[in-house]
């Protein structure tokens, strides 16, 4: 037995090993497997071995201290929670044996969870079920969790959908204050904003867009003079309506965007505003916001102004029924059109094709990608997957939008600040192999400085040649760096433009609605109530989430048509590499699948630089772009990836011909 002076020793010792210890705070960062790591503060990560990562969850903030367990290799051990920002997640219910667990399916809890048995919810196995976190497993790794609402069971009709709106936290349902604001306006509230406002209800404005599009925030019109067209952009006005700070607008920032799910789209402000009193539907007078701007015939822009108006649309067309127009086509629509809309088209058509030209001159234009439309079936699942064709009456609309965004962000330019899209280019930390790329195969290319706006925007201009030895332009696009809001004029590489923003989707965007706001500040003195640097921050993060819940259930969708695809040999392009494989994107419906190298017959080593798969001993080649052939070989049902088996590919030059036998 220890005596007194033992025992006060040995205390003595842990107080000093405690005292002398060195902890490094960080945040945890979970793998696809059981370990982790932990971001520093400091700039550096340290390995958290299995054992550690069970007592942690994604995106905890911790201290840690480091042990070296090998000469020259440390691990981290886990000795403090400081927070924990996971408090709900998804998972699917199972039983095994005398436990209740949730299986999650949040990425990086990689690992059962047990639910004790008063905090199961009546819940069933194979139920997908939200859960809260009822005990972190911060002490012993044993974490414990609590079911809050059962989503229902794979196979249920919109299961895909429910699931996903819970994975993401988002509100299927308004609040009770929004939905009493949004019921309290009427017709009335829209003639109620009608004072002030210059009356263009006569003017052959009109809205191009889809046949199921009910959200109608663009209107437009245009008429030729001495030295080029007059182009007036109407923008559905809803900042009339909802006043600074009001619930509804609490909700649009809080949402961020309209979420264009498959079949079932989650808005951004409640429906009786967004597609009916602020719509800018036909036949009725609406508020706007309206940019009118000179377009020179040579394409560029020149004086513009803001103005608020009443319009009213003449007519919701199609783009198929503008763009037979513009084709020459003539069928009973076309004719039924009133000869001033008529008129007006076709001075759209020639404003934009000059507008088109000189942004090819002077600008970056977007790659033309052939898109896809889903259709659901009665279950809320694909039924099948259409191209969907885009025409000149597309390109008409975007380069009317375009324009008006410039003349925006010029404007809030000029006013020293504002809300900007920002786009810096390449990614920093893939300047190294960016230059390597050019010296080796593209030298005519590497006096350019892709660092700067006009050296990136020169690069990308001359960087698409067919018959290059690899696809400079493909491989400078996938290590593009993502545009980010800011309050200050920047360029936006990606466009090849100064400075860019949005305002022209104020019913989807609350970026868009904010830009009102700002242009009728400083124009009219209309309240507004300013964003602060925390709250950008946020809107930012929310439009990333808002876009990953929607690839999650396209993907998922996607996955589940994918099982009834023949097996076939089906043509497709190489979209992605990585050490692992590549992805094919199918020319008829635009499913992307993966092929392993492991099922390739040999090794093969990934090129950082030119992001090709080579051949360990033979030199064969996948790359970006390149043709393949391939057949459907199953789901993989908890990543929701569709596989594929190679059966032939495009022979690129120095390599030999590929084939999947």
């Excluded at 696009?477 to 400075?499: N, T």
């Excluded at 923003?501 to 003195?525: E, G, N, Q």
Aim: net charge negative; with cysteine.
């Amino acid at each position: 037995m220890l005596n007194a002076d033992a025992l006060n020793q040995l205390r003595q010792l842990k107080t000093d090993i405690k005292q002398n210890k060195v902890v490094f705070p960080g945040t945890v960062k979970p793998t696809n497997g059981r370990f982790g790591f932990v971001a520093l503060d400091e700039g550096r990560d340290v390995f958290l071995p299995p054992e550690e990562m069970q007592k942690v969850l994604p995106g905890d903030r911790v201290n840690v201290t480091e042990q070296e367990v090998e000469k020259g290799k440390t691990q981290g051990v886990v000795d403090e929670l400081l927070e924990s920002h996971l408090t709900t997640f998804v998972g699917r219910y199972l039983i095994k044996g005398k436990g209740h667990f949730v299986a999650p399916e949040t990425p990086g809890i990689n690992r059962w969870i047990f639910i004790p048995p008063k905090e199961r919810m009546g819940a069933e196995p194979d139920d997908f079920i939200y859960c809260q976190i009822h005990r972190h497993p911060i002490k012993d790794g044993k974490g414990q969790a609590k079911v809050l609402r059962v989503i229902g069971k794979a196979g249920q009709p919109g299961i895909e959908r429910a699931f996903t709106l819970a994975n993401f936290d988002l509100a299927d349902a308004w609040p009770e204050e929004v939905q009493k604001q949004a019921d309290a306006l009427s017709e009335e509230s829209v003639a109620a904003h009608t004072e002030g406002r210059e009356d263009r209800t006569e003017q052959p404005y009109v809205t191009i867009d889809s046949p199921g599009t009910q959200d109608m925030d663009d209107a437009l019109m245009a008429t030729p003079n001495a030295t080029g067209w007059t182009l007036s952009i109407a923008i559905a006005d809803p900042t009339a309506m909802i006043e600074p700070g009001s619930p509804a607008e609490e909700e649009a920032f809080n949402r961020a965007t309209a979420i264009y799910f498959p079949g079932e789209p989650l808005p951004m402000l409640p429906d009786s505003i967004s597609t009916r009193l602020c719509s800018l539907m036909p036949d009725v007078a609406r508020l706007a916001l309206v940019c009118d701007l000179q377009v020179n015939n040579d394409g560029s822009l020149g004086d513009y102004s803001f103005r608020q108006a009443m319009i009213r649309s003449k007519g919701k067309l199609s783009y198929e029924l503008v763009s037979h127009l513009i084709e020459g086509r003539e069928d009973d629509e076309i004719k039924a059109l009133p000869d001033e809309v008529a008129n007006s088209l076709d001075q759209l058509h020639q404003a934009a094709t000059a507008l088109r030209k000189w942004r090819a001159e002077h600008a970056l234009l977007s790659q033309d990608r052939p898109e896809f439309r889903l259709r659901l079936d009665e279950n809320k699942r694909i039924r099948v997957i259409e191209p969907s064709v885009q025409n000149e009456a597309h390109r008409l609309v975007e380069e009317c939008m375009v324009a008006a965004n410039r003349c925006a962000a010029d404007f809030l330019t000029q006013q020293g600040k504002g809300l900007f899209i920002q786009h810096p280019g390449l990614r920093d930390d893939r300047t190294d192999n960016i230059r390597k790329l050019l010296e080796s195969h593209a030298p005519h290319l590497a006096e350019h400085d892709a660092s700067t706006a006009e050296g990136f925007k020169a690069l990308m201009k001359h960087s698409d040649q067919p018959q290059a030895e690899v696809p400079v332009k493909a491989i400078l696009s996938r290590q593009l760096a993502r545009a980010e809001l800011g309050f200050d004029a920047a360029p936006h590489q990606g466009m090849g433009l100064a400075a860019y923003t949005t305002f022209t989707s104020p019913l989807r965007k609350f970026s868009d609605f904010y830009v009102h706001r700002l242009i009728k500040a400083a124009l009219w003195d209309t309240p507004i109530k300013p964003l602060n640097s925390q709250q950008l921050e946020a809107l930012q993060a929310t439009q990333f989430r808002a876009r990953q819940a929607a690839n999650t259930l396209e993907t998922w969708l996607k996955a589940d048509f994918a099982k009834t695809l023949p097996e076939d040999p089906m043509e497709g392009t190489i979209s992605r590499t990585m050490p692992s494989g590549f992805f094919v994107r199918l020319d008829s419906n635009g499913l992307e699948g993966f092929v392993s190298c492991k099922d390739l017959e040999g090794k093969y080593g990934f090129d950082p630089v030119t992001l090709r798969l080579v051949h360990n001993k033979n030199g064969r080649i996948f790359q970006l772009e390149q043709r393949v052939t391939v057949s459907f070989a199953g789901v993989d049902d908890e990543r929701r990836q569709i596989n594929f088996k190679l059966i032939k590919a495009e022979e690129i030059a120095g390599a030999q011909e590929t084939t999947g036998d």
